[in-house]
Each structure stands twice: as structure tokens, then as C-alpha cells.
């Protein structure tokens, strides 16, 4: 089985990254341990993107090739990003609290990635309101391509934005090589996992529609 | 859809009194709410009652392209909010004592109407095809729109501050590339809303 070693891959990977971001790693000289919260944060941020890109993708190949399976891989994708956009934006929210003084503000990057998590939201809002699937595999694909599109815009209108009123700093460069070696294996670590999970999402989506075939057969 | 608008002038007026100063530095956010929410409620209209007397099969058996009955949906919903904008700003500069009426703004409010109605036209004819209808539009159109209303609000606050031309043009590069993206995008994707 694949999606056997696909497991045991990602919980190995999982097990270094941990080590390595708790134990391997020196703390920050200016933040202290806090800022280990970035070895989390940074990969959930990375796989968002590559979830919703994944999205748009597969949104495109439905429009054009009418496939189920590429609406059940975008989806399937959409679901994991959500998730994954949500626990970022938690740590980035825990990690603010002691570092900046406050758990939420309207800088640059907040107000994109906050604005980017509804816009999924709406994804899924979208898909739970209709009940016919050609028609909901249609209508999410458009709102997959059209939020992913969307993506640049939002962040150059933000930054042009926040730019005139400078927030707080978000802590740059100054890394040194053990934190970014964690840092890579924390990414391969959490990229690792969304292909574990986007895997199984699919794997369950197509046992649901076999299901649901033998069902409308029976009747 | 004007009377809406004024009315929302009006909660406005409740909500936040303070100094002309004041007033000055909350005119344009007051400004693109009203827009923005007379905006989807008459962009919401404008396929339910299309859908409703099925109106829609009508157009669709017209021997025109999908993507023509597209442009000529947005070009009609256009229409009717810059005719409700041509009101409401004389209204507004009346209420407030405020100098909304200005060249500038003029060609701020025409490009960020024409990247509400791209998204809106097509945002709209999804939302009467699902279950919950008025709802789906606002879900859909606010997050995606943010950019324009971000840049519409800035570009204005910056001209009602007094500001120069080149103040505001990186703000309309912004929404012009809304427009023209959304435009394109809405044209192509459109008949995948319509066709069943």
C-alpha cells in the first residue's frame, strides 16, 4: 500500500522536525523560545499557498476536462488548505501576543492571509448550498480559479496600503544555519503531511461516491 | 436602490458625528460601504428576477454567445449604479458639507463600479442558482472585491486630503488591473455558470 509508506515517511519526518525544532535548535537571542512557533508557522503558511494552487489548478482541469476526479482533488486540497490556513494564522496569533503585545493587527501580511482563509471559507459555503454536483463542481471551480487570482492583488493592495502606515516589524533575516536547516526539514516535514493528508481526503471522496452508486443502484 | 443608499447615509450620520475634520477623514470609507452594499443588493436582483419569469432561457435561446449576454448584463448592471452614484454623491456632499464631486473621485468611483459590477454580474447569476440565493452574492463579492474597496478608500481619502495626481495613481493602477483581470476572466468563465 502507498498511502502505508506515505504514513511512515511523513511520521518519520514528523519525529526529526520535532527533534530539531525543540531540542536541535538555539532559541532566538531577541524573542526567546517563542520563536520557535516560526518552525510551524512558516511550513502551515507554505502548504496553504500550495493547497489553494493545488486548487486552482485542479479547478482549471475541471472547467476544461469535465472529470470528477479533478473536482474531488480540488476539493479535497481546499479542505486541507482551510485547515492549514487556520492553525497559521493561529500560531502567527500566538506567537504576536508576547512578541508584539497584541494577539491581532491589521498589518500587510494578517489582513492578506485573513482575507484569503474567508475567501476559502466561502469555498466551501459555496459547495454546501448546492446539492446538484455537476453544478457544484462547476460553480466551485469558478470560485477556486477567481479567490486564487485574486491572491496578488490583495497582497499588493495591502502592502501598498500598510506600507503608508508602517505596522510592526515582522522579524527579518538574522538566521543563523542551524535554524535554517530546521526550518527546510520542518517544510519537507509538513509538505510531507499534506500530501498524506490530501491523499486520504481523495481515497475517502471516492469511497463515498462508490457508496452512494451502489446506494442509488439498491433503490 | 437610491433611497437604500441615502438611508444608509443617513445610520451613518447617527453612527459617527464629530467635527467637519472629522467627518472629512470618514468620508471615504462611509462613501464605498454605501456603495459597496447598495452595490450587492442590486447586483443580487439582477438575475433573480431573470430566473424567476425564466427570463434567463429567453436570453440563452437568443443567437447571441453566452459571453455577449454576459457584457450586456454587466454593462446594464453598470448603468444603474452609476446612476445611483450620480445621486448619492450630490446627496452626500449636501449632508456633509463635504466636497465629493471632483474629477478625481469621478474617475475613482467609475473604475471601482465597473470592478464591482465584472464580479458582481457573475458572482450574481452563481448566487440564484444555488439554495440560498441573497446570501451567496455578499459571501462571495466582499472578499474578492477587497482590493478595489481597499484602493477606491485610499485614492479617495487622498484626494479629499488635498493630494496631487501622482498620489493616486498607484491606487488606480490597482483597480484598473482589478477590471481588466476580473473583466477577461468573468467573459470566459460565464458560460459555465449559465449552461446546464
Redesign the interface.
Known amino acids: 500500500m502507498k498511502i502505508r509508506v506515505l504514513l511512515g515517511l511523513t511520521a518519520a519526518l514528523m519525529v526529526i522536525a520535532l527533534y530539531m525544532v525543540f531540542i536541535f535548535v538555539p532559541s532566538d537571542a531577541e524573542t526567546g523560545v517563542i520563536q520557535r512557533i516560526f518552525y510551524f508557522h512558516v511550513p502551515l503558511a507554505w502548504i496553504a499557498f500550495l493547497a489553494f494552487f493545488v486548487v486552482f489548478g485542479c479547478s482549471i482541469m475541471y ?1 476544461w476536462k469535465r472529470g470528477r476526479k479533478w473536482d474531488i482533488l480540488a476539493s479535497s486540497s481546499a479542505e486541507v488548505g482551510l485547515v492549514f490556513t487556520t492553525l497559521f494564522l493561529l500560531t502567527g496569533s500566538i506567537w504576536a501576543r508576547p512578541v508584539w503585545g497584541v494577539w491581532w493587527t491589521w498589518d500587510s501580511r494578517l489582513t492578506s492571509s485573513l ?1 484569503l482563509w ?2 476559502y471559507l ?1 469555498y466551501f ?2 459547495r454546501s ?3 446538484e454536483e455537476g ?1 457544484r463542481a ?2 466551485a ?3 477556486g ?3 486564487f ?2 491572491i496578488p ?2 497582497a ?3 502592502t ?2 500598510r506600507t ?1 502606515h508602517p505596522g510592526p516589524v515582522i522579524f527579518e533575516g538574522g538566521l543563523v544555519t542551524e535554524m535554517i536547516w530546521t526550518l527546510i526539514v520542518a517544510i519537507i516535514a509538513f509538505t510531507a503531511l499534506y500530501i498524506l493528508l490530501f491523499s486520504y481526503r481523495v481515497l475517502v471522496k471516492q469511497d463515498e461516491h462508490e457508496l452512494n452508486a451502489l446506494k442509488a443502484l439498491r433503490r | 436602490m437610491i433611497v437604500f443608499a441615502i438611508l444608509v447615509i443617513v445610520i451613518f450620520n447617527f453612527a459617527f458625528s464629530g467635527s467637519q475634520q472629522t467627518m472629512v477623514s470618514l468620508t471615504p470609507g462611509m462613501l464605498w460601504v454605501t456603495f459597496a452594499f447598495a452595490g450587492v443588493l442590486s447586483l443580487n436582483r439582477a438575475f433573480i428576477q431573470e430566473k424567476e419569469d425564466n427570463c434567463l432561457e429567453g436570453l440563452m435561446v437568443c443567437p447571441v454567445s453566452r459571453e455577449t449576454i454576459y457584457l450586456g448584463k454587466m454593462l446594464g448592471s453598470l448603468f444603474f449604479m452609476l446612476l445611483v452614484e450620480v445621486v448619492v454623491l450630490p446627496v452626500f456632499a449636501l449632508l456633509f458639507n463635504v466636497n465629493v464631486i471632483s474629477l478625481p473621485l469621478i474617475i475613482i468611483t467609475i473604475l471601482a463600479t465597473l470592478g464591482f459590477v465584472t464580479i458582481g454580474t457573475l458572482f450574481s447569476a452563481l448566487a440564484v442558482n444555488t439554495k440560498a440565493r441573497e446570501m451567496v452574492l455578499p459571501i462571495l463579492f466582499f472578499p474578492i472585491v477587497s482590493p478595489v474597496i481597499i484602493s477606491a478608500v485610499s485614492a479617495s481619502g487622498r484626494v479629499l486630503g488635498g493630494e496631487s495626481w501622482g498620489d493616486i495613481y498607484s491606487w488606480l493602477g490597482i483597480i484598473a488591473a482589478f477590471d481588466i483581470i476580473f473583466l477577461v476572466v468573468a467573459y470566459l468563465v460565464f458560460s459555465v455558470v449559465i449552461d446546464e
Open positions: 472547467l482575507i474567508i475567501i466561502a459555503i459555496i448550498y448546492i446539492s453544478r462547476r460553480f471551480a469558478i470560485v480559479i477567481m479567490g487570482i485574486d492583488i490583495i499588493m493592495a495591502i501598498l496600503w503608508q
